[in-house]
């Protein structure tokens, strides 16, 4: 069948069962623009601005496991996807880019709005292509969504020329893809995968370090199979919370900068360290050549690039993490490590870890809004959030039982995230109840994308935590650089909005609270109703998280809540 590039890349994305795309027109993508109505299976979804549809596309992907798809135009169209494909590239989450470019002709000439998106995006993606011809578009997309979803996922970016879009060619869809360089390795080596079956039935002291790569591979149950079968205390990185119930009794909780006490310290002293599906990062270890030199390290991955780049390993096992447990279980011996899961406990009780504050009169707690939510909801919510305080007190406060309900920028930490991808999973997800918890710092970044929302007519929940300051810029300030609060005031240094105003503007219902009573209401009253709802939660300032592993700490250096500490020493506790 003859089509132009445009139907090409159309009928490509519907053979590749593409339901949603995030986009934003511009002059070299017009000619696919045209063709968008003869393919009404493909739903385009017009964003405010192409980061947002980025982090749309992203929060679609971590919501539903499949690939995300976002379009922009050549020039600042492209550039705008940048932190998006950043963001994508940090966490493993498979998205395919879609970008225009000037007509092939104009190509290296600094034609108006020609950027080398391709060049700009090569350390930022998986891959890149620049399709010179409409002959080669449906093989190039068949390619791109095999290497975004398979292997280590990741973002794939495609640039395609304006007159390609327009140019005809026979449209040949190759059903089986086969790429000679690119095969990842997904069965882990056998002589391996026993090696770390002796290790941990040998070990008196083992943790399993679960990570992102649990929830894509869907290797939730093995991981919970191993953990039962051995007795071995799990904790998560942050991105890979719900890859075990969080209220399973061998879930210990999540480690790292402002992870539990008692995970810490655990991963610290534990004899053996399983890690599963994680990068072993510095957000999560601390400082590298200070954690558990002692401890001897099974690192399961499905990118061999990861292990042993950080923490050094005794038993690497490159492959998919599923498909290893499914190896690993059926020779690990059944075992119990009493001793060792009654010290962790010990270590909880005497050290808890987040502890909500207490506050006076009606002031308003970030930690107990989040609560509150959670309480509200039962738990049974899909929750995304910004970066900063508020997202390390959602993964406090809230107990995730699933895997996918927890969806938040990791590796790069990108403020702004919060609202878009609430749209993006929504859409995944429209079934269930969808909680954006911001910052008002960042809920700015991409507020534009409110429109989006309402066009959508997404009920997504939205509830900043408004501090009326950038919070973990004005904690670091205190704590680290002698309470030198240098532009980090929302509220006096600059204009803060009115929230509230501004949800009416864009026709959402928005909500004011400024007292500690009126938090469950109004958060009830947000779940009842049908759209989209913005709470704007007047919260206290001075307000710091706790637990702490300052920058370039080990874990073993982890700072409690002071209050907590002075506690203690009142009451006679042990304090270590």
């Not at 992203?58 to 539903?64: E, F, I, K, P, Q």
């Not at 920028?409 to 702004?416: A, F, H, K, N, Q």
């Not at 408004?466 to 204009?495: A, K, P, S």
């Amino acid at each position: 069948m003859r089509m132009n590039g445009a139907q090409i890349l159309l009928e490509s994305l519907v053979r590749e069962g593409v339901e949603v795309i995030y986009g934003y027109p511009g002059g070299v993508v017009l000619p696919l623009y045209d063709e968008f109505p003869k393919f009404p299976q493909l739903k385009h979804v017009l964003v405010r601005h192409e980061q947002g549809g980025a982090h749309m596309a992203d929060g679609y992907a971590r919501a539903s496991g499949k690939v995300g798809v976002c379009l922009g135009t050549s020039g600042p169209g492209a550039t705008n996807l940048v932190t998006g494909i950043c963001t994508a590239m940090m966490d493993s989450v498979p998205m395919v880019v879609l970008t225009g470019n000037v007509s092939r002709n104009l190509l290296g000439r600094d034609g108006f709005q020609e950027a080398d998106i391709t060049g700009i995006t090569l350390p930022i993606v998986k891959h890149n292509y620049l399709v010179m011809k409409a002959s080669e578009i449906a093989t190039v997309i068949r390619e791109a969504f095999y290497i975004a979803a398979s292997g280590r996922p990741g973002p794939v970016h495609v640039d395609i020329p304006k007159d390609v879009f327009q140019e005809f060619a026979e449209f040949e869809w190759p059903e089986e893809i086969s790429i000679r360089s690119y095969k990842p390795t997904t069965q882990g080596h056998m002589g391996q995968v026993k090696r770390a079956a002796r290790l941990i039935d040998e070990a008196k002291r083992p943790v399993i370090l679960a990570g992102h790569g649990i929830i894509w591979s869907g290797a939730s149950a093995e991981l919970k199979a191993l953990a039962e079968k051995a007795q071995i205390p799990v904790m998560s990185t942050f991105l890979g919370i719900g890859a075990m119930p969080g209220d399973h009794i061998l879930n210990i909780g999540w480690m790292g900068m402002h992870g539990a006490y008692h995970c810490n310290h655990a991963a610290n002293n534990a004899d053996v360290v399983i890690g599963i599906g994680m990068r072993f990062d510095d957000r999560a270890m601390g400082r590298f050549s200070d954690f558990n030199p002692t401890a001897r390290v099974i690192h399961i991955d499905i990118d061999p690039a990861e292990i042993g780049k950080n923490i050094k390993t005794e038993v690497p096992i490159v492959g998919d993490a599923r498909q290893v447990l499914e190896q690993l279980i059926p020779i690990v011996k059944q075992n119990t490590h009493l001793e060792w899961l009654q010290w962790i406990d010990d270590l909880r009780r005497e050290h808890p870890s987040f502890t909500l504050p207490e506050t006076k009169g009606q002031d308003i707690s970030s930690q107990y809004v989040v609560r509150e939510i959670y309480e509200a909801c039962g738990g049974e919510a899909v929750v995304v959030t910004g970066v900063g305080q508020h997202q390390m007190w959602t993964g406090q406060q809230w107990v995730f039982r699933r895997p996918r309900t927890l969806i938040t920028s990791g590796g790069l930490g990108t403020m702004g995230f919060e609202v878009p991808a609430a749209l993006g999973a929504q859409m995944a997800r429209p079934g269930e109840l969808v909680w954006s918890i911001c910052g008002d710092g960042g809920f700015q970044m991409n507020i534009q994308e409110l429109a989006t929302i309402v066009d959508m007519r997404a009920p997504v929940k939205m509830a900043i935590l408004n501090n009326g300051v950038l919070g973990m810029i004005r904690q670091w300030q205190q704590l680290f650089y002698n309470e030198n609060h240098v532009d980090n005031d929302l509220r006096t240094t600059v204009c803060q909005p009115d929230f509230v105003k501004l949800a009416d503007a864009y026709g959402i219902k928005a909500i004011r609270v400024t007292e500690k009573q009126k938090v469950r209401a109004a958060i009830e009253e947000a779940n009842a109703y049908p759209g989209p709802v913005l709470l704007d939660f007047r919260v206290m300032t001075e307000e710091n998280v706790w637990p702490m592993v300052p920058a370039g700490a080990s874990l073993a250096e982890t700072i409690e809540d002071p209050t907590l500490v002075e506690a203690r020493k009142k009451t006679g506790q042990l304090v270590s």
